[in-house]
């Protein structure tokens, strides 16, 4: 535990994870006398999986798509519909931000495409910065909940559980996090001065409706081309999202011809060097993993939080954890240590492996958005134009008490409101 508690004292001191858990990996094995042939050995068996290839596949799409503009067709389809009423832009940027989870699963993703066509729109209608700071954090980490889910992915191949049933367990808590937003969105803006679209003739709107359909209607296919192969049993996860890959691919370049042979040559670079750091990252993060089963912690700390706690108080425990893990950490990365530490203890607590995926899930995305790290949320203020944080502090703190934690609680108490979808198409 020592050699762990020095990588997490590490890595808040700026140091990258896979630098500060796999030097940690290799300080424990060398005090406990583990052969590092072993755990390499391991380690290389667990990376070495056909199931993980959906991950540089699913990562490359949202690339592809955010590069080609794919989110902003979403949104202006969206903004036809809703955009025209008082707090209606605020409900696009949370409903594109949904959709964009369905082809880009990554939250970064979600803020760059998204968050960079609707910010200047909705300033310049009269939303306050500092709000559409909150809002965008808030809406793109449906990304990680709305299936395909990265995070999700990553967690359910450590815990070695069906990926599209850990799909589904988040979808309902994201819907009901997307209703939650808007109404929110709604309360807020009743002290706003936005202006309104002035309602055109009815020959006009079918004429835009057509128009805008036409554009954002296949881009509205991916989800169906990605989540129908895997739900439909036409294709596994790693299938589907090369199908999704390829799809983009083709709009891009032959179907809209958005995007040049040149940037979308660029866009694989910045792809590939993605997808390598995030490698490197993994391997120490399961390397950590390994390790941390020779040692024995995550039993260890199983049977002392199952002997000391009801379920009740151990579930709330491990939310806890949870959070401060996604405060300090990357989605991915917390997906990892989650499955490693936490799950033998949800296990021995007797909660249902698809519950704790849901559980993690919510509570990751929860952890991007809380201050004082907030990857997510310094993004989006980082698009927004650096706003300083005690600008948006308290849109963001209302968002996460009135939405975020109660979904969280719906999560952790009641199972079927994460289990449901998941039962019925019987997994």
Known sequence: MLWLTISVVVVLGGVSIAAAFGLGSFGIAYALGIDIETI??????????PALFALPLFIYMGILAEKSGQGERLVNFIELFIGRFKGGLGAVIVLACALFGAISGAGSA?????????????EASGYPREYLVSLVACSSILTLLIPP????????L?????????????????????VGYIALNQYFVRNFSVKTVEHTSKTVFIADFRKKARSASLVLLLPVVVL???????????????????????????????????????????????????????SALILLSTVLVYEGTPFILAEMVSSNFEQWQALLLINLILLVIGMIMDDISGSIVAASVLYPIAQDIGVDPLQFAAIVGVNLGLGNI???????LYMSSAVAGNVPMQKYIGYILKFIF?????VLLLVTFWTDFSLFLPRMLGF
């Open 110 to 122: 979600a803020i760059a495409s998204i968050g960079t066509v609707l910010m200047p729109r909705a």
């Open 149 to 156: 889910s990265i995070p999700l992915l990553i967690l359910a």
């Open 370 to 376: 809380t201050p004082p790290v907030a990857p997510l």
């Open 402 to 406: 009135f939405v975020n934690i109660p």
């Open 40 to 49: 390499f050995s391991t380690m290389v068996s667990r990376i070495n999986s």
């Open 158 to 178: 450590t815990m070695q559980i069906s990926v599209g049933a850990a799909f589904l367990t988040t979808l309902v808590p994201g819907l009901v996090m997307a």
């Open 228 to 282: 129908g192969g895997i739900y439909g049993g036409v294709a596994s996860p790693t299938e589907a999202a090369g199908m999704g890959t390829i799809y983009v691919i083709i709009l891009a370049l032959f179907v809209y011809r958005n995007m040049t042979f040149k940037e979308f040559f660029d866009a694989t670079i910045a792809s590939g060097n993605l997808l390598g750091s995030l490698v490197i990252m993994v």
